[in-house]
């Protein structure tokens, strides 16, 4: 793959339509939920035509997949926690800046659309767990252990779980994301006593 530094001017100039397209897909999630979601309106946004926005995103799944994984990677979550300290890590970081976009990660938990989005990438979140639970568990763990870590781990480090401890706990994203490390840890915790 081409480095910045290599790519041609017809090159450059086609990634910043795309991100001038992603970013307008994002000011239209603002305001309008996923499944609602037309070329028209994030044409209208990115100030381009609709043609344009169809040549590099044929369709509404490659836009919304386009816009997840640079909508991933601007929060820093491009790459899968798969260590303990980066599943510890994780929450700390990412549920705060869930906050900062609250209205569209609501779109992206309870959507149809947001759902497909997040099952697309789950067999890679879910290899990188189990290499983070396998590291710390070791060999000797069951694989019934092994898939109640990493399924709890999961669910405490997704958006499902930040949602529901702010719509139904008012708590902030600094909040849950503490409360999300240290019950991580306490998983583990138990796990290697043999507790869980």
Known sequence: MK???????????RDATAETILAAVGRCL??????????????????????TVYRHFPNKEALLDGWWRAHKARLGQDAFPDTLAALLEFPIKAFPSF?????IMRGA??????????LARNEE?????????????????TEEMVLTVCASVQLLQSATAWLTMRDYWDLKGD????IARRTIQAIFTAARNGTL
């Open 175 to 178: 909040q849950s994301g503490h």
């Open 30 to 51: 603002e305001d309008v939920e996923l499944a609602e979601l037309t070329f028209t309106q994030v044409a209208r946004m990115a100030g381009l035509g609709e043609r």
């Open 109 to 118: 938990v309870l959507s149809p659309q947001g759902r497909a989005m997040t």
């Open 125 to 141: 979140r879910q290899a990188a767990i189990r290499r983070a639970v396998h590291a710390e568990l070791g060999a000797e763990a």
């Open 99 to 103: 906050d900062e976009e609250a209205e």
């Open 3 to 13: 480095d910045a530094l290599t790519k041609t001017h017809r090159e450059r100039q």
